[in-house]
């Protein structure tokens, strides 16, 4: 089954592919530890997918009619954004934004976040996209992005065991604008505490609000999701930051960036940071609105004896511009312009080994159709755009991928549905496949395999290694947005009507 490509589907969606890869074990976080590599140190999946026979299904469970997210497996929970097509609730009906709490073992609800929609203008909450924001999982608390550019703190175990504070207004949280509250039952969220991008930082998100949070000891760091209006030509805070940074604790914004990104964002910041260290210390990595690749020096601590009022601004390393022969002032006037005009940058970047790989190119919606991949030397100070590429490789088009770094080969994709090997030394292709269907999500390497799904509902496992081999092709119910993830043994799904849990033999 297919769906129609919507504006948010088609920008903020794929940066949403990939979660976070460590030894066999719990998945906590969108992208491997704090270098968002998109490898997985899990084994004993499986070769060939097939949920439509039930071979190797351990459990399947129903979402919504879109889902953008990729499953976080933290806890012996398993959470997926979505929307409120399939009411779980008869109390929640309507259009909004469900963040599920899935049990492990058997995919059965725990509780579910549910958001109401910014209902002023479609533009600021594309309709029925849900939340496309993969959680970041710490312990008891969690920490994920709403469909209505809000940074939420959660209790893993909802409200089933009392509601926890400071934040205490769940009922006035779940109702939809103008509407009386709805009293919160045992199946909903806890939330801890708030941090609204638009009333405390500045933004004005478009289409929708997308970001995994990279936590750093008690620190957040989180993309703002700022972008244009409704006509696409303006910014209407153009003075707003890019990435902030946030007491884990307490939701306190502590740190901005200072960059000015905001006039020159195409279309929305959409990126989500990354961090590791460089040169023996550790850098935050930044992928802007504006076709920038930005290096920073991390925030301390976040009691660093700042006021409650005060916020610093981030030490910038280094900047990379990944096409500095396109416009860079009043880039709006080449919206709908396929043939020229400025870059943006939307999926993460993976840091290894002091290189920095991102992908990005002309918007896929309202830009130019060209695209590149490059590996950039992050060890190096100040704007390193011309002295800073270690190699370059072109694509048809703008590309979501977060790469996969295994082994000397960087496995990712682009829009359009192909799907790339490259030798990660020099950025020569080993291999490329043309998929059936566009491509929002990344490449997941796991078990000396290479997974990855399409916007048509195929699904694609080819061998990890420099000569192509295909060991399953198959389609699942309907397409697919975003990664598979791997945790405890298990490969998990999520299509845009289900997530299934697989595994070999099960």
Request: charged share 20%; aromatic share 8%.
């Amino acid at each position: 089954m297919t769906h129609r490509a919507t504006p948010i589907a088609g920008t903020i969606v794929v940066v949403l592919g990939l979660t976070l890869f460590a030894t066999a074990a719990d998945q906590r976080q969108w992208g491997q530890a704090h270098s968002r590599n998109m490898v997985s140190a899990e084994r004993d999946l499986p070769d060939t997918i097939d949920p439509a026979s039930g071979k190797g299904v351990l459990w399947s469970a129903d979402l919504g009619s879109e889902t953008h997210t990729t499953p976080i497996v933290a806890g012996g929970r398993v959470y997926v954004g979505t929307n409120n097509e399939s009411p779980r609730d008869p109390r929640h009906k309507g259009d909004r934004g469900v963040l599920l709490c899935l049990d492990e073992k058997d995919g059965h609800l725990l509780w579910q976040l549910v958001s109401p929609k910014l209902d002023a203008d479609p533009y600021l909450d594309w309709p029925k996209a849900g939340i496309v924001s993969s959680p970041t999982v710490d312990g008891d608390r969690l920490y994920v992005m709403t469909n209505r550019a809000e940074i939420v703190c959660l209790d893993v175990r909802g409200l089933a065991n009392g509601n926890d504070g400071p934040f205490k207004d769940e009922a006035k949280y779940l109702a939809p604008t103008n509407a009386a509250p709805v009293e919160p039952g045992p199946l909903d969220a806890d939330i801890l505490w708030v941090f609204d991008m638009v009333s405390q930082a500045g933004i004005h998100p478009h289409d929708g609000a997308h970001c995994s949070v990279l936590l750093d000891g008690d620190l957040l760091y989180c993309n703002s999701c700022n972008g244009v209006d409704n006509t696409h030509r303006k910014i209407r805070k153009p003075d707003a930051p890019s990435l902030v940074v946030l007491d884990k604790r307490t939701g306190r914004m502590v740190a901005k960036d200072a960059e000015h990104i905001g006039p020159r964002v195409f279309h929305s910041t959409w990126s989500s940071p990354a961090m590791g260290p460089v040169n023996g210390k550790p850098q935050v990595i930044f992928g802007g609105g504006d076709g920038v690749v930005y290096g920073f020096e991390p925030v301390a601590n976040a009691g660093d004896g700042r006021g409650a009022g005060d916020v610093a601004a981030l030490k910038r390393v280094w900047r990379f511009d990944i096409d500095p022969a396109g416009p860079k002032e009043n880039v709006h006037k080449y919206t709908t312009n396929r043939r020229e005009g400025p870059c943006n940058i939307l999926a993460m970047p993976v840091l290894h080994e002091g290189r920095v790989y991102v992908g990005g190119g002309g918007d896929l919606w309202w830009g130019k159709r060209q695209g590149y991949f490059k590996c950039i030397d992050a060890t190096k100070v100040g704007d390193v755009t011309g002295t800073g590429e270690i190699w370059s490789y072109p694509l048809k088009g703008q590309t979501y991928a977060v790469p996969a770094i295994h082994e000397g080969m960087v496995f990712l994709t682009d829009c359009g549905g192909t799907i790339y090997c490259l030798d990660a030394a020099t950025g020569k292709a080993h291999w490329t496949h043309k998929a059936d269907g566009e491509i929002w999500g990344s490449v997941l390497v796991a078990d000396g395999k290479a997974y990855v799904g399409t916007r048509r509902g195929e699904f694609l496992v080819f061998a990890a290694g420099r000569e192509k081999k295909v060991l399953s092709d198959t389609y699942l119910d309907s397409g697919v947005s975003g990664t598979p993830t791997a945790a405890n043994g298990v490969l998990y799904v999520a299509t845009q009507r289900k997530v299934y849990a697989l595994k070999r033999g099960g």
